[in-house]
């Protein structure tokens, strides 16, 4: 080369190494250029799917909202299902279910507001508690759903699945006959006939009597005293004579528990009786369970004793202690279901504030014998909405409603005989919700003046 | 040379480098919390792999349903020690994706645009 020629050695070396370099220089640059381009496709890209991402996590969240709130508009339907079933299954107890939330959101809210006393510390912090509540309350009479319509329903003494005044009147018009039979007889074989006619006036007058007693008995609105007891009893001697066999068109149950007494014909049978037929055994209990649920009542021996005379002499109203049971066990399948359901954690006093309204103050009530302590504010509310809404009430008919002066005097007496809460009551009139409630459900002729002062 | 497996787990994919067939596959997620030093074993495999270890004949198959930046990074490194090899052998890529997944097709595309000499397939399932 001709230039190696005018230049040095070192020069030459010199060169070299600076070819190298800026060959090695290029070839880092070349790379460094790549590696930026590539960062920043990398970055793009990145920050393309960050916003894609959070795009789509948005529309995700959107959705799940949507659908949060169909489930709570399903979860509420379907309360007010469970509700409207119960209220539809009797119509003793009409829109029981779905009156008793109205006036139990509205204590609570005058709670809320109220600062006083007790309620110093009560408030519906949120959505949620309020929820927790409505649906507590909703849901209050749920375990109605498995309690025998005949029970619910009972509106005699006598009623099973139908009333059997029915039966015992034949059973009187048949010995009305025999007395006939009796006096034909007696002129037959001669006697003075009007003298038989008097007898058979009086005897048939006396049966007339008797009858009206029973049936008098039967409707429940008395109570019985002793005495009357006695007289029942003493009717229930009379005897007729059954001619045909009374194990026949029976299904095999009731034929097993009829085929355990005398049945041959002709049979002398007392006009009213109590019969080991008519005791329905206790099958299949829980004892365990029960005691488990920590449920105190006590449990009657038999299912059902449908005893004529037993249900008869029964004190007052029209269900004997084993039926008054049953009613009860509403509220312990109340628990049960209640506590059976996966309540999310913000629900979880559901079952506490729903089971707990038939309690008292005072260890009295039923099923868990709770005193005030155990029971919380809202559980104390929906007792007083219950007894208040049962109260005023004008569609059962077994029932007049009761005038607002009347429902808030009995509620006074609860209160009492610590049934009720006092706080509840007194601020259930001080706020105004009794007057509210009033104008919203009761008819105008219930409502009549209230002297509140006189309870507060 | 021994194959090199790799299962998957909730962040990073299942890896299987089978020396003998000439497959190298990656298939699942790729969001490790260290993406270099999840990546390492596989790299210097591959780097001792195609120091005259590997057949003629090399198939990649890569399904990636999700990545994070870094191993995007990671991905070209290692289509960069492809690149180097792809005179001494045949490869051919497979970048596979859901034909939803446009993340993942993009950065497909990248690869193509970035590595014009080496044959990547775009498959779409």
Redesign the interface.
């Known amino acids: 080369m001709k230039s190696s020629t005018i230049m040095s050695e070192g020069d030459s070396v010199l060169i070299h190494e600076i070819e190298e370099l800026q060959s090695s220089f290029d070839k880092t640059t070349k790379k460094l250029i790549k590696d930026i381009k590539?960062?920043n496709?990398?970055?793009t890209?990145?920050d393309?799917?960050q916003k894609?991402e959070y795009d789509e996590l948005q529309n995700r969240l959107k959705e799940v909202q949507k659908l949060q709130l169909a489930q709570k508009e399903l979860l509420d339907s379907f309360i007010k299902l469970i509700a409207g079933a119960i209220d539809a299954k009797s119509h003793y107890t009409g829109g029981h279910c779905e009156r008793v939330p109205q006036l139990s959101m509205m204590l609570a809210k005058a709670a809320h507001d109220a600062h006083d006393g007790i309620f110093e510390s009560f408030c519906i912090a949120n959505e949620d508690e309020q929820r927790e509540l409505e649906i507590a309350s909703w849901l209050h009479d749920c375990g109605k759903v498995v309690t025998p319509e005949y029970v619910v329903d009972k509106a005699t003494k006598l009623e099973t699945i139908y009333n059997r005044i029915h039966e015992i009147r034949t059973r009187f018009e048949v010995i009305h006959r025999d007395l006939t039979i009796e006096a034909l007889q007696k002129k037959l074989a001669g006697d003075d006939e009007s003298e038989v006619d008097a007898w058979l006036a009086k005897e048939h007058q006396e049966l007339v009597e008797e009858f009206k007693i029973v049936a008098r008995a039967n409707i429940g609105a008395e109570f019985m005293k002793d005495e009357d007891k006695a007289k029942i009893h003493q009717i229930a001697t009379r005897t007729w004579v059954r001619n045909f066999d009374d194990t026949l068109g029976l299904a095999h149950e009731e034929k097993k528990r009829v085929l355990a007494e005398k049945t041959t014909t002709p049979q002398v049978e007392k006009l009213l009786s109590d019969k080991q037929r008519d005791i329905i055994p206790r099958e299949h209990f829980d004892y365990e369970e029960y005691e488990r649920m920590g449920f105190k009542t006590k449990v009657p021996k038999f299912l059902y004793n449908r005893g004529e005379l037993y249900n008869i002499c029964i004190n007052a109203g029209t269900l004997s202690y084993e039926e008054r049971f049953k009613i009860q066990e509403h509220i312990h399948m109340t628990i049960r279901m209640l506590e059976r359901l996966p309540f999310p954690e913000y629900l979880k006093n559901v079952p506490l504030f729903a089971g707990a309204h038939h309690e008292t103050l005072i260890g009295t009530g039923y099923p868990r014998e709770l005193t005030k302590d155990d029971m919380p504010i809202p559980s104390r509310i929906m007792a007083v909405a219950d007894v208040f809404e049962a109260l005023t009430a004008s569609d059962r008919p077994y029932k007049e409603p009761k005038t607002l002066s009347q429902s808030i005097k009995i509620l006074s007496f609860m209160v009492e005989d610590q049934h009720l809460d006092g706080d509840i009551f007194r601020l259930f009139l001080k706020s105004g919700v009794y007057l509210e409630y009033a104008k919203a459900y009761l008819k105008p002729e219930q409502i009549d003046e209230v002297d509140i002062e006189q309870y507060l | 040379m021994e194959n090199l497996i790799i299962e998957e787990t909730k962040y990073t994919p299942r890896i299987v480098l089978d020396a003998n067939e000439g497959i190298i596959e990656l298939k699942g997620k790729s969001y490790p919390e260290n993406t270099f030093e999840f990546y390492k074993p596989m790299m210097e495999w591959l780097e001792e792999y195609f120091d005259g270890n590997a057949p003629e004949k090399i198939v990649v198959n890569i399904e990636i349903i999700y990545f994070n930046?870094s191993s995007?990074?990671l991905f070209?490194d290692f289509f960069d020690l492809l690149d180097e090899a792809k005179d001494e052998h045949q490869i051919e890529i497979n970048w596979i994706y859901d034909e939803e997944n446009?993340?993942a097709e993009?950065?497909g595309e990248?690869f193509i645009e970035?590595f014009e000499d080496l044959t990547i397939n775009l498959v779409s399932k």
Do not use: G, L, N, P
């Open positions: 590539r960062q496709k990398i970055m890209r990145s393309k799917r894609r | 930046s995007s990074k070209f446009d993340s993009e950065a990248d970035d």
